[in-house]
């Protein structure tokens, strides 16, 4: 676990507080209680490679204008010991703080030191976090926004996990309730068709290949058998049938796209269990719900949401019911820390009627963190694309697999934060240039082979430098990409807070960009034999940076291209 940066925060801390704590005893700065200040790393780091508001933070408390608590920090500010040499006052008291040179060192050995570990923290403390994911309705093929949902779901599960955090990944399978009786409807009249062309089908019914092709399947194995049968018997045996090939179907094009999960987690439990009912039950012990025109409501005002019925007049829960309690189960009966739901937009009025209901239960609402995602529109030839060119139908996730390659479809997914919508261009995916931005990623991590592999045919290969060597990298482009590279632990942590993987793409992206242009400005070979070691420890960081960096979104980092 890498902890210089974090290091640096809490010297930085330590060193302007005591500089505080000076000026107010020489009466340079009244007493006062130190305010609290925010230390980071720039955006541009021109001016320093930390900024610090303490000057603005205190003016209120120190009752004087920033730049002259700014100077009087500065001029009691004591950095021996830090891994810092300079600050410098910006502005109207912005406090700037540079690196000593010794810091880069410090940072390729530290990557050196914990190699496929590095950047990884404790940030989560081991707290249990469930993230359910996809969850697509298992009454036909995947579409194409199960596929942006799924590299999400997967990809911020690995940045939790690197944070320190407890992660179980579940599919919640909507195998009960009012889809899963149309299905069985559909396929019962394409059933039925086979034997009595006139039978009709359902206007609301699934017209999709995956229909006819079950109803097929089931003819195989049972003939004409429920033909003669009771309705509802005949309908519960093609449902039994058809729904786990549906489920199978699911697991295989989602281990195909590297998705996989600790459980899949069936509505039909719900309801077998009980658990359904006994939510209901318990709103209505705790008063909470009221009969109006036939059906019980839940008197969802009184927590932030709007009143909305939970049990329709003939007595059959409505949808939310199931997901009220399973959210129970995840946050009571599993006693999940929290929970994440990765929904569609389209959910957005879903959410707080949910939140709702389980604070209604006695549970911390924001125990359920909720990530909405936008909508997908495939681009071909600068046009959206809707239909697949083979079936004539939309395109699923199986069918853009069958023409976009894994990482590509994984990287280009991941490169957005949620709630952006993404025009996914299919042409571009499937280009081996550097426009394609996987392809400029992995090619940076298979040029660093390169480069190791043809040293290596000259007797020269990665070894643990000394500090005085590695102080020979003062290049701008050596500096920079270290810089980059030290800052790896705190993306991670922060993509994880944001809950937006999309920051660990960017970063990627980044450090294939800024070794590029390093390696374009210094050369590695035929230079003086410890410099050439120094630059030689900076690539295989950069190496390592590149390979955990890909592997938190299982894209591969290959060694040749």
Known sequence: MSQL???ARQQLRRAVLEAMEKAMEKGELPKAEPPKFTLEVPADRAHGDWACNAAMAGARAFHAAPRKI??????????????????????????????????????????????????????????????????????????????RGGVLGDALSAVLEAAGYSVEREFYVNDAGNQVNRYGLSI??????????????????????????NAEAFIKEHGDKYVESEQEERRRALIDFAIPRNIQGLHDDLKRYRVEYDTWFHESSLHDSGAVDRVVEL????????????????KGSEFGSEDFVIVRSNGVPTYVVPDIAYHYNKLVTRNFDTAINVLGADHHGYVPRLKAAIAALGIDPERLKVVLMQMVTLMRDGKP?????????????????????????????????????????????????????????????ARICSILRNLKEDGIEPRACTAGELALLTA?????????????????????????PARITRYVLNVGTLFHKFYNACRVKGVEPELTAARLSLCTAAKTVLENGLSLFKVTAPEKM
């Open 70 to 147: 700014a100077e009087a920090i500065t001029g009691n500010l004591d950095l021996g010991g830090t891994f810092f040499t300079k600050c410098e006052i910006a502005g109207p008291g912005f406090l700037n703080f540079t690196y000593d040179t010794a810091f880069y060192g410090r940072v390729l050995q530290d990557v050196e030191s914990l190699g496929a570990g590095y950047g990884w923290s404790n940030v989560g403390e081991g707290k249990r976090v469930l993230v359910e994911y996809v969850s697509a309705n298992p009454t036909g093929p995947m579409h194409i926004g199960n596929a």
């Open 283 to 298: 709103l209505r012990e705790k008063g909470l719900t009221y009969e109006k025109e036939g059906a019980l409501w839940f």
């Open 188 to 213: 019962e009249a394409r059933y039925m068709q086979q034997f009595q062309p006139d039978f009709p089908f359902p206007e609301d019914g699934y017209k999709g290949k995956d229909v006819t092709a």
């Open 385 to 445: 694309e809707k239909m697949s060119k083979r079936s004539g139908e939309a395109i699923t996730m199986s069918n853009l697999l069958d023409e976009v390659p894994v990482d590509a479809a994984r990287f280009l997914f991941n490169s957005y934060e949620p709630n952006t919508r993404i025009d996914f261009d299919l042409d571009l995916a499937v280009k081996e240039d550097s426009q394609n931005p996987v392809y400029y990623v992995q090619y940076a991590h």
């Open 476 to 500: 701008p482009e050596e500096v920079e990409l270290i810089r980059l590279l030290s800052n790896f632990t705190d993306e991670i942590a922060g993509a994880a807070k944001a809950m937006d």
């Open 5 to 7: 940066v974090e290091t």
